[in-house]
Every structure is written in C-alpha cells, then in structure tokens.
C-alpha cells in the first residue's frame, strides 16, 4: 500500500466533502463536532506524515550541468610573432633555428602569393632570390641579402637607432610587403 496515494485520496476527498456542504449546508446534517475534530486530527496527523517524510528522505537534488568552457584556440599568426620576437633578440648565436624557420616559412608564402599573382613558380623564386619582387629595400633584403646595400642611408641610421634587430626587420617587411601583394590579388 503506499501511503502517499492513501494520504492524497483522504485529502482530496476532504476538500471535496467540504465544497459540497459549502454549496449544500443541507448535506451537513449529522455532522458532529466530534467528527470535525476527528477529521481535524486525521488532517494533522496525514501533515505530520508527509512533514516526517520529507524530512527523512534523501533528496535527490538535480545538478545544474557544468557550464562549457570556451576551448582555447591559439590566435592565427601567434606562432609567427612568437618566432619575430626570437629572431635577432638573444644575439648571433642564438635564434637560428627561429630564422630558418621563419625564413622557410615566408619563402614557401611568398612563392604562393607571387604564383597567385600570375608568376610561374620558377619566375617567383628568381624574382624573391634578385630582390625585384618588390620595392621595399628591407623587405627585398630578407629574400636577397645582396639588396641590403639597397636600403637608402637614412634608412639604415634610422634602423640602427631603433634597436629592432635587422632579421626581424626585414621579415617584418616581408610580411607588409607580401600582405599588400596579396590584398591587391584580393580586390581584383
């Protein structure tokens, strides 16, 4: 037997029987006020119970889910920055292994930017190792060393004042240089 369902019958019941003598005083004949207090105190005790019960059961309380985090993503170009920063920072000795990198990395993009330009692949790499890909001095010296006699003197003093090594300069430069290539590509 559950006692809940008893306990919800005899309630509903009650209210019921109370609604009919509200509507209908005559069906209230008979009533004592001994049966009054009898129902009273069965409606005291089904409340007592049902306080009883909710009190020494476990409650099984529903958990919020765990709000998603956002992923972290690196930001596009952060592994570049981080190689820029590298290059040139920790004097002569160090950084090679960042330059290659870097200058693998630019060499392979501005093949790709240069071919997309309407150049053939060999005519790319022959333009980038002449410097004649462009008319930035600093940018044509990352490519071409042989062009970074080119840069105009003030140029250079300007550059030398400004305690930003050469090699991070002129990737710095490649990477204006070849972006401009491809935003004109871009507005075609």
Do not use: K
């Not at 306990?7 to 609604?19: D, E, F, H, R």
């Not at 005790?45 to 919020?64: K, N, S, W």
């Not at 840069?151 to 710095?172: D, I, K, N, Q, T």
């Amino acid at each position: 037997m559950n006692w809940r369902r008893l306990g919800v019958g005899v309630g509903v019941g009650c209210v019921l029987a109370g609604l009919a003598v509200v509507v209908a005083p005559s069906l209230a004949v008979g009533v004592t006020p001994s049966l009054l207090t009898l129902v009273g105190v069965v409606a005291g005790l089904a409340g007592a119970a049902a306080v009883y019960e909710r009190a020494t059961t476990d409650e099984q309380r529903i958990e919020p889910p765990t709000p998603e985090r956002p992923l972290s993503v690196p930001t596009p170009g952060a592994e570049l920055d981080r190689q820029l920063d590298a290059l040139g920072s920790r004097g002569r000795r160090f950084g090679i292994g960042e330059r290659r990198s870097v200058r693998d990395r630019l060499d392979e993009l501005a093949v790709a930017v240069l071919v997309r330009d309407g150049e053939s692949e060999t005519t790319a790499r022959e333009r980038l190792a002449a410097g004649t890909w462009t008319d930035d001095p600093h940018a044509a010296a990352f490519f071409a060393e042989a062009h970074a006699s080119d840069v105009p003197l003030e140029e250079r003093l300007r550059a030398a004042f400004s305690g930003e090594p050469s090699p991070r300069r002129r990737a710095r430069h490649a990477i204006d240089a070849l972006a401009r290539i491809a935003d004109r590509e871009h507005d075609r």
